[in-house]
């Protein structure tokens, strides 16, 4: 079983949609847990840490559930330059140690 | 903010050679930077974790006489993919941290081994 699991998509969707990506991970001592946008050859930015309450930034949302092991992002109104791939990251350790393990991605395309 | 220069962005070698890929911390000082591989459609792999005056921590699979890597420096990590060969073509990027939890990419280097 990989370490970090996404629904690799294409997710095609229009402008203004709103989309859900799930990520369940397999380590259950996992302390951090993170959303990475990657463009088209370039390299992953973070988009957003994910905390246990649940947390929102602008359009995005994200949210946790230790008990599942699992990882949302909801994005709302979808922008075109919303397209890319997104990676749910998780790190296992703790103290600081920023020891990441990626999923391989989900990949959205906003059209017109 | 933080900044990571990686460099070069693109190398074309030829099968046999060695190649270095180099990766900086600009405006901080990394104690430990990350290499990670990435082929097409994939999730990026961590290869190893590069100790700033100590060997490297290889990830499992990875071997560490064909991956050199050095960390001579607080802001300076090389990887030399020794004799390449064209299975070794894939996207390498390094990353360092910047803080507790925050981790800076490099741009990535594209490798093509022919």
């Known amino acids: 079983r990989k370490e970090v699991e996404q629904d690799p998509g294409p997710f095609n969707v229009p402008e203004g949609a709103t989309v859900a990506f799930n990520c369940t991970y397999s380590?259950?001592?996992?302390?951090?847990f993170f959303w990475y946008r990657q463009d088209c050859r370039k390299e992953p930015k973070l988009l957003m840490s994910?905390?246990?309450s649940g947390n929102e930034d602008g359009r995005f949302t994200a949210q946790l559930n230790r008990a599942s092991q699992y990882i949302s992002l909801l994005i709302r109104d979808s922008k075109l330059s919303d397209s890319a791939t997104y990676l749910c990251?998780?790190?296992?350790?703790?103290?600081?140690?920023?020891?990441?393990?990626f999923g391989a991605g989900t990949r959205l395309a906003v059209h017109p | 903010g933080a900044v990571v220069s990686q460099h070069p962005s693109r190398v074309i070698c030829k099968s046999g050679t060695s190649v270095k890929i180099e990766c900086r911390s600009l405006?901080?000082?990394?104690?430990?930077m990350f290499w990670y591989r990435q082929f097409p459609k994939q999730s990026l792999m961590l290869m190893a974790t590069?100790?700033?005056?100590?060997?490297?921590?290889?990830e499992q699979g990875v071997e560490k006489d064909k991956f050199l890597i050095n960390h001579a420096s607080l802001t300076l990590s090389t990887l030399t993919v020794t004799s390449a060969h064209p299975e070794d073509s894939s996207f390498y990027i390094c990353?360092?941290?910047?803080?507790?939890?925050?981790?800076?990419f490099g741009a990535g280097s594209r490798l093509t081994v022919l």
């Open positions: 990353s360092a941290s910047s803080g507790a939890n925050v981790l800076t």
């Open positions: 380590n259950s001592a996992s302390q951090s």
């Open positions: 994910v905390y246990s």
């Open positions: 990251v998780v790190n296992p350790f703790s103290g600081g140690y920023n020891k990441l393990i």
């Open positions: 405006d901080f000082q990394a104690t430990t």
């Open positions: 590069s100790n700033e005056g100590s060997k490297a921590t290889y």
